[in-house]
């Protein structure tokens, strides 16, 4: 396989996701959501309406955690960057505990759009996950 050079905003936006499954593997949402959302972020997560604001996220991914979420594996398959936005799409996967030793996996893609903040840094401003199966 021939090595392909990333530029410095895809390779950012790629550490970002590699963050997110980790801090979910680590069941840390405040990092999670500190490192990965933007202050006046919104998620749009299949089932549920709108959720706004890291607050509001850091509560939803908490009751996720306390409703048997495992794990939330992402892999971005396409970046696009122009200026102070960007936006990742891909794919998920999405485990929990539905009862005492019982697994569930549900998949989906994701589209994520990111604005660079004023330190410099890039935050997703909206996340929205949609359910295949």
């Known amino acids: 396989m021939p ?7 895809t390779r ?7 963050e997110f499954v980790r801090s979910i593997r680590r069941r840390d949402p405040e990092r999670l959501v500190q490192i ?24 939803w991914f908490r009751r996720e955690f306390d409703n048997g979420l495992i794990e ?4 971005a ?5 122009e ?4 936006c990742a799409s891909g794919r998920f996967s999405l485990t929990r505990e539905t009862q005492p030793g019982i697994l569930c996996t549900k998949e989906g893609c994701f589209t994520s759009v990111f ?9 997703v401003v909206i996340d929205c996950l949609t359910l295949v199966r």
């Open 72 to 75: 939330l594996k992402r892999e």
């Open 12 to 18: 950012d936006l790629q550490l970002l996701e590699e």
């Open 36 to 59: 990965f959302y933007a202050p006046d972020a919104e998620l749009q997560a299949p089932g549920h309406p709108a959720i706004n604001g890291r607050d509001a996220i850091l509560e």
């Open 77 to 81: 398959n396409h970046f696009e960057a």
């Open 115 to 123: 604005r660079r903040q004023p330190d410099g840094h890039w935050r």
């Open 3 to 9: 090595f392909l050079a990333l530029d410095s905003t």
């Open 83 to 86: 200026h102070s936005l960007a």
